[in-house]
């Protein structure tokens, strides 16, 4: 058995013993640790073509945005109710970003006006300047080419209110290799998906599904609940206008509410009713 071996060796390797060809093969690779493990070349009659690792190419004007497509971008999720901290977890991942020295940018729809409409602001007061804008699709126009080329990491506040959401997102991190972390409501008051937030879960690397405190128990709180009697999906408002509750109390709460709401339409219907009566 060993003599048919090693007469196979001898004849695929007549000049060199087995193990040292193995040894040669696998010892570009290691020989020296500080080259990209990944950078080879492939050598063809007419010309030569050279394949790297993005960390050993620097990335030079124009070909910046070729390059960039060949990175790997993220896509990162933070859902939940109102005052779950969302912005406060959003603004905690960017500042992370900005520590570790890469370029970030903050947006936030321009629908949101309860504080600053230059800044990002969390519940607490805590603030980041960011672009307000109706449309994410004009972002890279608003900053330019050159700047959003150079951007590493892009922030997205209250995300349920831009309907090309999801568009963005795929551009951004398939195409750009940009980092997006996006941060808004997956429901509305009714328990309802809440504009394109649940559409990008599956094109997400992680999401994150935060809770509040019940208003009304303690316990922990996955849902929102309008404490007004306004019937519209978009409601800009804060404890004003929303109350964060757990299962039990939503439940309730809707409850009052309907019972609330049929009180006034019959109180309505009587005030019509009697003013016809007394009407000349």
Do not use: W
Request: glycine fraction near 6%; include cysteine.
């Amino acid at each position: 058995m060993r003599s048919s071996i090693a007469t196979m060796r001898s004849l695929l390797f007549p000049s060199l013993p087995f193990h040292h060809h193995r040894h040669q093969l696998l010892s570009p690779l290691f020989s020296n640790p500080k080259k990209p493990l990944f950078e080879f070349s492939i050598k063809s009659r007419p010309s030569r073509l050279t394949v790297r690792s993005h960390s050993s190419m620097p990335i030079k004007g124009s070909d910046r945005s070729a390059e960039a497509r060949c990175l790997s971008g993220e896509i990162h999720v933070i859902v939940g109710p109102m005052f779950a901290g969302k912005t406060t977890a959003l603004l905690r991942r960017i500042q992370c970003e900005v520590d570790k020295g890469r370029k970030v940018a903050m947006i936030k729809s321009d629908k949101d006006t309860r504080y600053l409409i230059d800044s990002v602001v969390t519940h607490d007061g805590v603030r980041m300047q960011c672009l307000a804008l109706s449309e994410l699709s004009t972002f890279q126009t608003k900053i330019g080419v050159e700047a959003y080329d150079k951007l590493d990491v892009i922030g997205v506040d209250e995300a349920q209110f831009f309907e090309d959401l999801y568009d963005f997102c795929c551009n951004a991190a398939d195409r750009d290799g940009k980092t997006v972390i996006v941060a808004g409501l997956d429901g509305d008051y009714l328990r309802r998906r809440f504009g394109s937030v649940l559409d990008i879960v599956p094109l997400a690397d992680s999401v994150t599904k935060l809770t509040a405190r019940c208003e009304l128990c303690g316990r922990p709180a996955h849902f929102t609940l309008r404490k007004t009697e306004q019937m519209e999906t978009e409601l800009i408002g804060g404890a004003e206008v929303y109350m964060p509750v757990c299962r039990q109390h939503y439940v309730n709460g809707q409850v009052v509410i309907e019972a609330a709401r049929l009180v006034l339409e019959s109180k309505k219907e009587l005030l019509e009713v009697y003013s016809e009566t007394v009407a000349p």
